[in-house]
Protein backbone atom coordinates (compact mmCIF):
# COMPACT_ATOMS: atom_id res chain seq x y z
CA UNK A 1 0.00 0.00 0.00
CA UNK A 2 1.35 3.33 -0.68
CA UNK A 3 2.08 5.88 2.13
CA UNK A 4 -0.41 7.83 2.93
CA UNK A 5 -0.83 10.47 6.30
CA UNK A 6 -3.90 10.17 8.60
CA UNK A 7 -4.72 12.63 11.01
CA UNK A 8 -4.64 10.95 14.51
CA UNK A 9 -7.35 12.64 16.88
CA UNK A 10 -6.28 11.72 20.39
CA UNK A 11 -10.09 12.03 22.44
CA UNK A 12 -10.47 10.68 25.93
CA UNK A 13 -9.89 13.18 28.93
CA UNK A 14 -8.57 15.82 27.17
CA UNK A 15 -10.92 16.34 23.64
CA UNK A 16 -9.11 19.27 22.21
CA UNK A 17 -5.70 17.53 21.99
CA UNK A 18 -5.14 16.81 18.50
CA UNK A 19 -2.04 15.60 17.45
CA UNK A 20 -1.26 14.26 13.09
CA UNK A 21 0.86 10.98 12.24
CA UNK A 22 3.33 11.54 10.07
CA UNK A 23 3.01 9.78 6.71
CA UNK A 24 3.31 5.50 7.14
CA UNK A 25 3.31 2.69 5.10
CA UNK A 26 1.64 -0.59 5.72
CA UNK A 27 2.44 -2.13 9.00
CA UNK A 28 5.43 -4.09 8.88
CA UNK A 29 4.88 -7.85 10.09
CA UNK A 30 6.99 -7.21 13.23
CA UNK A 31 5.00 -4.52 14.22
CA UNK A 32 2.21 -6.42 13.83
CA UNK A 33 3.55 -9.12 16.08
CA UNK A 34 4.60 -7.12 18.64
CA UNK A 35 1.30 -5.74 19.74
CA UNK A 36 0.66 -6.47 23.27
CA UNK A 37 -2.60 -8.94 23.47
CA UNK A 38 -4.15 -10.67 26.42
CA UNK A 39 -7.74 -12.82 26.55
CA UNK A 40 -9.76 -11.88 29.47
CA UNK A 41 -12.83 -13.85 31.13
CA UNK A 42 -15.26 -11.96 33.14
CA UNK A 43 -18.41 -12.80 34.77
CA UNK A 44 -21.20 -12.86 32.27
CA UNK A 45 -25.08 -12.61 32.59
CA UNK A 46 -26.42 -15.47 34.94
CA UNK A 47 -28.55 -17.92 32.90
CA UNK A 48 -30.73 -20.20 35.09
CA UNK A 49 -29.33 -24.47 34.35
CA UNK A 50 -25.79 -23.42 32.97
CA UNK A 51 -22.68 -24.38 35.39
CA UNK A 52 -21.19 -20.98 36.82
CA UNK A 53 -17.74 -21.12 34.87
CA UNK A 54 -19.58 -20.54 31.60
CA UNK A 55 -21.61 -17.42 32.71
CA UNK A 56 -18.90 -15.45 31.18
CA UNK A 57 -18.23 -12.79 29.18
CA UNK A 58 -15.18 -13.21 27.04
CA UNK A 59 -12.98 -10.50 25.31
CA UNK A 60 -9.05 -11.09 23.67
CA UNK A 61 -7.75 -7.40 23.45
CA UNK A 62 -4.91 -5.72 21.47
CA UNK A 63 -2.96 -3.05 22.39
CA UNK A 64 -2.79 -0.57 25.39
CA UNK A 65 -4.10 -0.88 28.50
CA UNK A 66 -5.27 2.33 29.23
CA UNK A 67 -6.16 3.21 25.66
CA UNK A 68 -8.15 7.03 24.50
CA UNK A 69 -10.43 4.70 22.63
CA UNK A 70 -11.76 1.03 22.22
CA UNK A 71 -13.37 -0.90 19.30
CA UNK A 72 -14.97 -3.96 20.36
CA UNK A 73 -15.57 -6.23 17.60
CA UNK A 74 -18.07 -9.07 17.41
CA UNK A 75 -17.25 -12.18 15.15
CA UNK A 76 -20.11 -13.48 12.48
CA UNK A 77 -21.91 -17.00 12.16
CA UNK A 78 -19.69 -19.80 13.54
CA UNK A 79 -16.69 -17.53 13.99
CA UNK A 80 -14.46 -16.84 16.96
CA UNK A 81 -12.13 -14.12 18.31
CA UNK A 82 -9.35 -15.37 15.78
CA UNK A 83 -11.22 -14.00 12.85
CA UNK A 84 -10.09 -10.17 13.99
CA UNK A 85 -6.38 -10.97 14.80
CA UNK A 86 -4.49 -9.79 11.67
CA UNK A 87 -7.29 -6.85 11.51
CA UNK A 88 -6.92 -5.99 14.94
CA UNK A 89 -2.74 -6.01 15.33
CA UNK A 90 -3.79 -3.22 11.72
CA UNK A 91 -5.26 -0.78 13.73
CA UNK A 92 -3.34 -0.76 17.26
CA UNK A 93 -0.42 -0.26 14.79
CA UNK A 94 -2.28 2.71 12.86
CA UNK A 95 -3.56 4.39 16.19
CA UNK A 96 -1.69 3.50 19.19
CA UNK A 97 -4.26 5.17 21.04
CA UNK A 98 -6.48 2.53 20.30
CA UNK A 99 -7.28 -0.48 21.83
CA UNK A 100 -9.35 -3.54 20.12
CA UNK A 101 -11.34 -6.11 21.97
CA UNK A 102 -12.13 -9.01 20.03
CA UNK A 103 -15.50 -11.13 21.39
CA UNK A 104 -15.35 -14.94 22.32
CA UNK A 105 -19.24 -16.10 22.98
CA UNK A 106 -19.71 -18.02 26.18
CA UNK A 107 -19.73 -21.29 23.42
CA UNK A 108 -16.52 -21.18 22.92
CA UNK A 109 -15.35 -22.36 26.43
CA UNK A 110 -17.19 -25.66 25.90
CA UNK A 111 -14.25 -26.36 23.35
CA UNK A 112 -11.68 -28.68 23.80
CA UNK A 113 -8.70 -26.71 22.73
CA UNK A 114 -6.41 -27.97 25.41
CA UNK A 115 -6.32 -30.70 23.52
CA UNK A 116 -4.96 -29.33 20.47
CA UNK A 117 -2.76 -26.81 21.71
CA UNK A 118 -0.47 -28.80 24.00
CA UNK A 119 -0.65 -31.85 21.43
CA UNK A 120 2.45 -33.06 19.40
CA UNK A 121 2.14 -32.92 15.38
CA UNK A 122 1.59 -36.49 15.96
CA UNK A 123 -1.49 -36.43 17.65
CA UNK A 124 -2.95 -33.59 15.39
CA UNK A 125 -2.19 -35.95 12.88
CA UNK A 126 -4.17 -38.80 14.54
CA UNK A 127 -6.87 -35.82 15.49
CA UNK A 128 -7.39 -35.17 11.70
CA UNK A 129 -7.62 -38.94 10.73
CA UNK A 130 -9.96 -39.48 12.91
CA UNK A 131 -12.21 -36.66 11.82
CA UNK A 132 -12.03 -34.63 14.92
CA UNK A 133 -12.39 -34.43 18.46
CA UNK A 134 -15.56 -36.42 20.11
CA UNK A 135 -18.30 -34.08 20.60
CA UNK A 136 -20.43 -33.31 23.61
CA UNK A 137 -23.03 -35.30 23.55
CA UNK A 138 -26.33 -33.27 23.11
CA UNK A 139 -27.83 -34.03 26.91
CA UNK A 140 -24.55 -32.95 28.32
CA UNK A 141 -25.22 -28.97 27.18
CA UNK A 142 -29.22 -28.99 27.34
CA UNK A 143 -28.40 -25.49 29.10
CA UNK A 144 -27.49 -23.95 25.64
CA UNK A 145 -31.18 -23.79 24.50
CA UNK A 146 -31.02 -20.89 26.75
CA UNK A 147 -27.87 -19.22 25.13
CA UNK A 148 -29.73 -17.19 22.86
CA UNK A 149 -30.07 -12.87 21.70
CA UNK A 150 -30.77 -12.07 25.61
CA UNK A 151 -27.99 -13.74 26.65
CA UNK A 152 -25.30 -12.77 23.92
CA UNK A 153 -25.84 -9.51 24.09
CA UNK A 154 -25.87 -9.02 28.05
CA UNK A 155 -22.61 -10.99 27.78
CA UNK A 156 -21.73 -8.55 25.41
CA UNK A 157 -22.50 -5.58 27.57
CA UNK A 158 -20.62 -6.95 30.15
CA UNK A 159 -17.13 -6.07 27.97
CA UNK A 160 -18.86 -3.41 26.68
CA UNK A 161 -19.02 -1.50 30.31
CA UNK A 162 -15.38 -2.63 31.25
CA UNK A 163 -14.06 -0.77 28.35
CA UNK A 164 -16.07 2.03 29.12
CA UNK A 165 -13.78 2.10 32.52
CA UNK A 166 -10.88 2.37 30.54
CA UNK A 167 -12.30 5.54 28.44
CA UNK A 168 -15.45 6.97 27.14
CA UNK A 169 -14.89 6.53 23.67
CA UNK A 170 -16.18 3.16 23.17
CA UNK A 171 -17.15 1.99 19.40
CA UNK A 172 -18.80 -1.60 18.52
CA UNK A 173 -18.35 -3.45 15.75
CA UNK A 174 -18.79 -6.94 14.14
CA UNK A 175 -18.42 -9.00 11.08
CA UNK A 176 -21.33 -11.09 9.37
CA UNK A 177 -24.43 -12.14 12.17
CA UNK A 178 -21.94 -9.90 14.49
CA UNK A 179 -22.67 -6.96 11.90
CA UNK A 180 -26.70 -7.85 12.81
CA UNK A 181 -26.05 -8.11 16.30
CA UNK A 182 -24.62 -4.82 16.30
CA UNK A 183 -27.74 -3.16 15.49
CA UNK A 184 -29.68 -5.24 17.62
CA UNK A 185 -27.54 -4.29 20.88
CA UNK A 186 -27.82 -0.58 19.87
CA UNK A 187 -31.81 -1.23 19.73
CA UNK A 188 -31.75 -2.99 22.91
CA UNK A 189 -33.25 -2.60 25.87
CA UNK A 190 -31.54 -3.21 28.77
CA UNK A 191 -34.06 -3.05 32.01
CA UNK A 192 -34.64 0.14 30.54
CA UNK A 193 -30.83 1.20 29.44
CA UNK A 194 -30.82 1.15 25.57
CA UNK A 195 -27.55 -0.17 24.35
CA UNK A 196 -27.15 2.83 21.96
CA UNK A 197 -25.90 4.88 25.03
CA UNK A 198 -22.82 2.70 25.54
CA UNK A 199 -21.34 3.39 22.58
CA UNK A 200 -20.48 6.07 20.47
CA UNK A 201 -20.64 4.64 16.69
CA UNK A 202 -21.60 1.25 14.90
CA UNK A 203 -18.83 -0.28 12.45
CA UNK A 204 -20.36 -3.16 10.36
CA UNK A 205 -18.10 -5.44 8.43
CA UNK A 206 -19.51 -7.17 5.19
CA UNK A 207 -22.93 -8.06 7.54
CA UNK A 208 -25.97 -5.86 8.44
CA UNK A 209 -28.79 -5.79 10.58
CA UNK A 210 -31.95 -7.41 8.63
CA UNK A 211 -29.49 -10.11 7.07
CA UNK A 212 -30.99 -13.32 8.52
CA UNK A 213 -34.80 -11.91 8.16
CA UNK A 214 -35.91 -11.61 4.75
CA UNK A 215 -38.86 -13.88 5.44
CA UNK A 216 -40.11 -12.67 8.99
CA UNK A 217 -40.80 -15.66 11.52
CA UNK A 218 -44.16 -15.94 13.26
CA UNK A 219 -44.52 -16.30 16.71
CA UNK A 220 -46.11 -20.02 16.57
CA UNK A 221 -42.80 -20.94 14.42
CA UNK A 222 -40.71 -19.26 16.83
CA UNK A 223 -42.28 -21.18 20.00
CA UNK A 224 -42.30 -25.12 18.22
CA UNK A 225 -42.90 -25.38 14.28
CA UNK A 226 -39.36 -24.13 13.83
CA UNK A 227 -38.77 -22.04 10.23
CA UNK A 228 -35.86 -21.80 7.76
CA UNK A 229 -33.68 -18.96 6.51
CA UNK A 230 -30.57 -18.27 4.85
CA UNK A 231 -28.76 -20.69 6.70
CA UNK A 232 -30.98 -23.68 6.65
CA UNK A 233 -33.51 -25.10 8.68
CA UNK A 234 -34.41 -23.57 12.36
CA UNK A 235 -36.07 -25.48 14.52
CA UNK A 236 -38.48 -23.82 17.34
CA UNK A 237 -37.70 -23.55 20.71
CA UNK A 238 -39.31 -26.87 21.43
CA UNK A 239 -36.81 -28.57 19.09
CA UNK A 240 -34.18 -26.80 20.93
CA UNK A 241 -33.16 -30.01 22.97
CA UNK A 242 -32.55 -32.09 19.87
CA UNK A 243 -30.51 -29.30 18.23
CA UNK A 244 -28.94 -27.09 21.11
CA UNK A 245 -25.67 -26.34 18.46
CA UNK A 246 -25.13 -25.72 14.59
CA UNK A 247 -23.97 -29.51 13.45
CA UNK A 248 -24.71 -29.52 9.77
CA UNK A 249 -22.96 -31.29 6.81
CA UNK A 250 -20.51 -27.88 6.35
CA UNK A 251 -19.71 -27.26 9.69
CA UNK A 252 -20.27 -28.87 13.54
CA UNK A 253 -17.80 -29.30 16.50
CA UNK A 254 -16.03 -32.35 15.30
CA UNK A 255 -15.28 -30.88 11.77
CA UNK A 256 -13.95 -27.34 13.36
CA UNK A 257 -12.04 -29.47 15.61
CA UNK A 258 -10.06 -31.32 12.38
CA UNK A 259 -10.13 -28.60 10.82
CA UNK A 260 -8.21 -26.37 13.53
CA UNK A 261 -5.68 -29.40 14.02
CA UNK A 262 -5.07 -29.43 10.01
CA UNK A 263 -4.45 -25.58 10.77
CA UNK A 264 -1.96 -26.08 13.00
CA UNK A 265 -0.32 -28.77 11.05
CA UNK A 266 -0.14 -26.51 8.37
CA UNK A 267 1.23 -23.33 10.33
CA UNK A 268 3.75 -25.79 11.95
CA UNK A 269 4.92 -27.82 8.72
CA UNK A 270 3.26 -26.73 5.47
CA UNK A 271 4.83 -28.76 2.86
CA UNK A 272 4.73 -31.59 4.79
CA UNK A 273 2.37 -34.43 3.86
CA UNK A 274 -1.26 -34.01 5.37
CA UNK A 275 -3.05 -37.20 6.87
CA UNK A 276 -5.57 -38.93 5.14
CA UNK A 277 -8.52 -37.34 5.77
CA UNK A 278 -11.61 -35.99 4.97
CA UNK A 279 -9.67 -32.57 4.25
CA UNK A 280 -7.10 -34.87 2.28
CA UNK A 281 -8.43 -37.00 0.29
CA UNK A 282 -5.25 -37.46 -1.94
CA UNK A 283 -1.88 -37.03 -1.39
CA UNK A 284 -1.05 -33.06 -0.47
CA UNK A 285 0.30 -30.94 1.82
CA UNK A 286 -0.71 -29.79 5.17
CA UNK A 287 -1.12 -26.90 3.21
CA UNK A 288 -3.05 -27.63 0.55
CA UNK A 289 -5.48 -29.64 3.47
CA UNK A 290 -5.85 -26.75 5.52
CA UNK A 291 -6.70 -23.89 2.22
CA UNK A 292 -9.02 -26.13 -0.30
CA UNK A 293 -11.87 -25.71 1.69
CA UNK A 294 -11.33 -22.09 2.99
CA UNK A 295 -10.36 -20.75 -0.15
CA UNK A 296 -13.50 -18.81 -2.71
CA UNK A 297 -12.02 -21.05 -5.14
CA UNK A 298 -13.33 -24.10 -3.90
CA UNK A 299 -15.14 -23.61 -0.85
CA UNK A 300 -19.05 -24.64 -0.69
CA UNK A 301 -19.93 -22.14 1.92
CA UNK A 302 -20.01 -17.92 0.99
CA UNK A 303 -19.93 -16.76 4.29
CA UNK A 304 -16.54 -19.22 5.44
CA UNK A 305 -13.99 -17.85 2.51
CA UNK A 306 -11.70 -15.51 1.60
CA UNK A 307 -8.99 -15.17 -1.56
CA UNK A 308 -5.38 -16.36 -1.33
CA UNK A 309 -4.62 -19.00 -4.18
CA UNK A 310 -4.94 -22.11 -5.52
CA UNK A 311 -3.74 -25.85 -5.20
CA UNK A 312 -1.23 -26.96 -7.70
CA UNK A 313 -0.87 -30.40 -9.70
CA UNK A 314 -4.58 -30.94 -9.93
CA UNK A 315 -7.29 -31.83 -12.18
CA UNK A 316 -10.07 -29.50 -11.38
CA UNK A 317 -13.75 -29.64 -12.67
CA UNK A 318 -16.66 -27.18 -12.35
CA UNK A 319 -19.78 -27.95 -9.67
CA UNK A 320 -23.22 -26.32 -9.31
CA UNK A 321 -23.72 -26.16 -5.41
CA UNK A 322 -21.23 -23.57 -4.60
CA UNK A 323 -23.11 -21.61 -6.73
CA UNK A 324 -26.52 -22.69 -6.03
CA UNK A 325 -25.54 -21.24 -2.19
CA UNK A 326 -24.35 -17.81 -3.36
CA UNK A 327 -20.63 -18.77 -3.75
CA UNK A 328 -18.08 -17.12 -6.57
CA UNK A 329 -16.06 -20.47 -6.84
CA UNK A 330 -17.72 -24.08 -8.04
CA UNK A 331 -14.60 -25.60 -8.54
CA UNK A 332 -13.75 -29.19 -7.28
CA UNK A 333 -10.80 -31.06 -6.82
CA UNK A 334 -10.75 -34.56 -9.01
CA UNK A 335 -7.13 -35.88 -8.11
CA UNK A 336 -3.56 -35.31 -9.18
CA UNK A 337 -2.56 -34.23 -12.51
CA UNK A 338 0.92 -36.37 -10.81
CA UNK A 339 -0.12 -39.10 -8.50
CA UNK A 340 3.84 -39.33 -7.73
CA UNK A 341 3.81 -35.52 -6.66
CA UNK A 342 1.99 -34.52 -3.77
CA UNK A 343 -1.17 -31.76 -4.29
CA UNK A 344 0.52 -28.38 -2.64
CA UNK A 345 -0.76 -25.25 -2.52
CA UNK A 346 0.37 -21.87 -3.93
CA UNK A 347 -0.90 -18.51 -3.01
CA UNK A 348 -1.50 -15.80 -5.64
CA UNK A 349 0.50 -12.92 -5.43
CA UNK A 350 -2.57 -10.49 -6.52
CA UNK A 351 -5.08 -12.40 -3.77
CA UNK A 352 -6.26 -10.42 -0.56
CA UNK A 353 -4.91 -12.94 2.42
CA UNK A 354 -1.92 -14.66 2.83
CA UNK A 355 -2.52 -18.37 3.79
CA UNK A 356 -0.44 -18.85 6.86
CA UNK A 357 -0.92 -15.62 8.11
CA UNK A 358 -4.88 -16.28 8.17
CA UNK A 359 -4.21 -19.71 9.39
CA UNK A 360 -2.01 -18.62 11.96
CA UNK A 361 -4.62 -16.22 13.09
CA UNK A 362 -7.74 -19.49 12.95
CA UNK A 363 -5.55 -21.19 15.37
CA UNK A 364 -4.82 -18.69 17.85
CA UNK A 365 -4.17 -20.35 21.21
CA UNK A 366 -5.62 -16.99 22.69
CA UNK A 367 -9.22 -17.06 20.61
CA UNK A 368 -9.63 -19.25 17.52
CA UNK A 369 -11.09 -18.41 14.46
CA UNK A 370 -14.49 -20.41 14.77
CA UNK A 371 -17.41 -21.07 17.30
CA UNK A 372 -17.05 -24.96 17.51
CA UNK A 373 -20.93 -24.80 19.53
CA UNK A 374 -22.57 -22.29 17.94
CA UNK A 375 -26.13 -21.86 19.73
CA UNK A 376 -28.80 -22.88 17.80
CA UNK A 377 -30.54 -20.42 19.75
CA UNK A 378 -29.32 -17.28 18.74
CA UNK A 379 -29.67 -18.13 15.38
CA UNK A 380 -33.55 -18.53 16.13
CA UNK A 381 -33.70 -15.75 17.96
CA UNK A 382 -31.97 -13.05 15.72
CA UNK A 383 -34.04 -14.39 13.12
CA UNK A 384 -37.12 -13.50 14.63
CA UNK A 385 -36.17 -10.36 16.28
CA UNK A 386 -35.47 -8.90 12.64
CA UNK A 387 -34.32 -5.19 12.53
CA UNK A 388 -37.14 -3.85 15.61
CA UNK A 389 -39.80 -6.16 17.87
CA UNK A 390 -41.52 -3.04 18.79
CA UNK A 391 -45.40 -3.95 18.80
CA UNK A 392 -45.20 -7.73 17.68
CA UNK A 393 -45.32 -10.68 19.84
CA UNK A 394 -41.83 -10.79 20.19
CA UNK A 395 -41.70 -7.24 22.08
CA UNK A 396 -41.09 -8.72 25.86
CA UNK A 397 -38.93 -12.08 24.43
CA UNK A 398 -36.51 -10.13 22.70
CA UNK A 399 -36.86 -6.78 23.50
CA UNK A 400 -35.51 -4.56 20.50
CA UNK A 401 -37.39 -1.24 21.11
CA UNK A 402 -35.34 1.77 20.42
CA UNK A 403 -33.97 0.99 16.75
CA UNK A 404 -35.56 4.44 15.96
CA UNK A 405 -34.09 6.24 18.38
CA UNK A 406 -30.75 5.07 17.30
CA UNK A 407 -28.79 7.91 16.34
CA UNK A 408 -25.17 6.75 15.73
CA UNK A 409 -22.91 7.42 13.13
CA UNK A 410 -22.21 3.92 11.02
CA UNK A 411 -19.23 2.98 8.90
CA UNK A 412 -20.41 0.27 6.41
CA UNK A 413 -17.38 -1.74 4.71
CA UNK A 414 -18.47 -4.51 2.54
CA UNK A 415 -16.76 -7.61 1.02
CA UNK A 416 -16.89 -6.95 -3.09
CA UNK A 417 -17.79 -11.01 -3.32
CA UNK A 418 -19.53 -10.94 0.44
CA UNK A 419 -22.65 -11.28 1.60
CA UNK A 420 -23.43 -7.43 1.91
CA UNK A 421 -24.20 -4.45 -0.64
CA UNK A 422 -24.43 -0.29 0.01
CA UNK A 423 -28.14 -0.63 -0.72
CA UNK A 424 -28.46 -3.08 2.74
CA UNK A 425 -26.20 -0.54 4.57
CA UNK A 426 -28.61 2.61 3.34
CA UNK A 427 -32.09 0.62 4.60
CA UNK A 428 -30.72 -0.21 7.92
CA UNK A 429 -29.56 3.42 8.43
CA UNK A 430 -32.67 4.54 6.85
CA UNK A 431 -34.89 3.81 9.18
CA UNK A 432 -33.32 6.37 12.11
CA UNK A 433 -31.25 9.14 12.78
CA UNK A 434 -27.32 9.01 11.90
CA UNK A 435 -24.98 9.46 8.83
CA UNK A 436 -23.55 6.46 7.29
CA UNK A 437 -19.68 6.27 5.62
CA UNK A 438 -19.70 3.49 3.21
CA UNK A 439 -16.48 1.52 2.06
CA UNK A 440 -16.04 -1.63 -0.34
CA UNK A 441 -13.41 -3.93 -0.90
CA UNK A 442 -13.05 -4.74 -4.21
CA UNK A 443 -12.53 -8.85 -5.25
CA UNK A 444 -13.23 -9.46 -1.32
CA UNK A 445 -14.59 -12.82 -0.40
CA UNK A 446 -16.23 -12.58 3.08
CA UNK A 447 -13.37 -13.18 5.33
CA UNK A 448 -10.68 -11.04 3.32
CA UNK A 449 -12.22 -7.98 4.92
CA UNK A 450 -10.61 -9.15 8.42
CA UNK A 451 -7.29 -10.95 7.21
CA UNK A 452 -6.10 -8.93 3.85
CA UNK A 453 -2.28 -8.83 3.51
CA UNK A 454 -3.13 -4.40 3.12
CA UNK A 455 -4.54 -2.61 5.70
CA UNK A 456 -6.47 -0.80 3.67
CA UNK A 457 -9.63 -1.69 5.94
CA UNK A 458 -8.05 -1.13 9.30
CA UNK A 459 -6.88 2.62 6.88
CA UNK A 460 -10.93 2.81 6.42
CA UNK A 461 -11.89 2.14 9.90
CA UNK A 462 -9.15 4.68 11.83
CA UNK A 463 -9.99 7.18 9.52
CA UNK A 464 -13.69 7.22 10.37
CA UNK A 465 -12.67 6.96 13.91
CA UNK A 466 -10.80 10.32 13.79
CA UNK A 467 -13.82 11.97 12.24
CA UNK A 468 -16.59 10.62 14.60
CA UNK A 469 -15.14 11.56 18.51
Known amino acids: ?23 TAAPTEQQLQAVPVDRVIQPGAVVPGTPSELNASISVRY ?7 VLLLMPGYLGGAGDFDRLARQLVVLDPGL ?18 ENASDAELARIV ?9 ITEVSYMTAWGLDTTLKDWRVAVQGALTRTPNGYSGRQSLGGVLTGLYAAYDFA ?16 YPGLLSSRPVTWKEYQGTGTANEFGNLPGLSGLEDYPYVNTV ?36 NQAAAMIKMDARYSLVPFLTLNSGHATNVNEAGRLLPRLLGSNGGLRITGPKD ?131
Request: proline share 7%.
Open 129 to 137: RDGGLLRRP
Open 250 to 285: YFGPRLASQVMAQARLAVHAPTAQAPQSSLALWPMT
Open 339 to 469: PHVLIGWQDDPDALTASQTFLTGFSNALGDGSEWYFPMRLVLDVAAAGIDTTGTAFQEELPVIHNREVNLPVLGIAAGSGVAREKDFKTYVAARPGDLTFRSLPGAAHLDILTAKSDQVAGWIVDWLSQHK
Open 99 to 116: AVWAVDRRANLLEQRDQL
Open 1 to 23: MNPRSRPCLLFGVLLSALAFCTA
Open 192 to 207: GQPGYKDVRGLILLDG
Open 63 to 69: GPAKPQR
